[in-house]
């Protein structure tokens, strides 16, 4: 059972998905609650350390690509700047205007933000399919 498991796409992904999200908030309440760092600063940090954990585990453990890193880390990163801007965004939405507990609305904005990197994970950067300019033209 446990085989059939660590073969399952979506369990690995929520799997490192979850795991990621530890790194995100462990970094953010570092960050946040121990140094008293700015949340929007600190969620910031948190990002760019969940994001490298992210790719090279994405890369190696769930999806099981065998493109280059290079042909791959540039849309993954690009495709993780917009979630930070979801991320921030529910960020503000939730402290700022709806007066929420910071670290209460970080949980519920990472699950925002892994269901959305699932989605363009699975179907835009490690399908397998990368699409070249010169074939086309």
């Known amino acids: 059972m446990i085989k059939t498991l660590l073969r399952?796409?979506?369990?690995?992904?929520?799997?490192?998905?979850?795991l990621t999200t530890l790194v995100n908030i462990v970094v953010y309440y570092g960050l946040a609650s121990v140094l008293s760092m700015d949340y929007r600063l600190a969620t910031s940090l948190a990002w760019g350390a969940a994001v490298l954990f992210a790719f090279f585990t994405n890369?190696?453990?769930?999806?099981?690509?065998?493109?280059?890193?290079?042909?791959?880390?540039?849309?993954?990163?690009?495709?993780?700047?917009?979630?930070?801007?979801?991320?921030?965004?529910?960020?503000?939405?939730?402290?700022?205007?709806l007066v929420m507990n910071d670290l209460f609305s970080k949980i519920i904005a990472n699950v925002v933000v892994v269901i959305f990197n699932y989605i363009i994970s699975k179907y835009y950067i490690f399908n397998g399919k990368k699409e070249s300019f010169s074939d086309d033209q």
Do not use: H, T
């Not at 796409?9 to 979850?18: P, S, T, V």
């Not at 880390?73 to 700047?81: C, D, E, K, V, W």
């Open 59 to 97: 890369k190696a453990y769930v999806f099981k690509s065998n493109q280059s890193i290079l042909s791959e880390i540039a849309p993954f990163i690009g495709a993780r700047f917009f979630s930070l801007g979801l991320d921030l965004g529910v960020m503000i939405l939730l402290v700022d205007v």
């Open 8 to 18: 399952n796409e979506l369990f690995m992904y929520l799997l490192f998905g979850g």
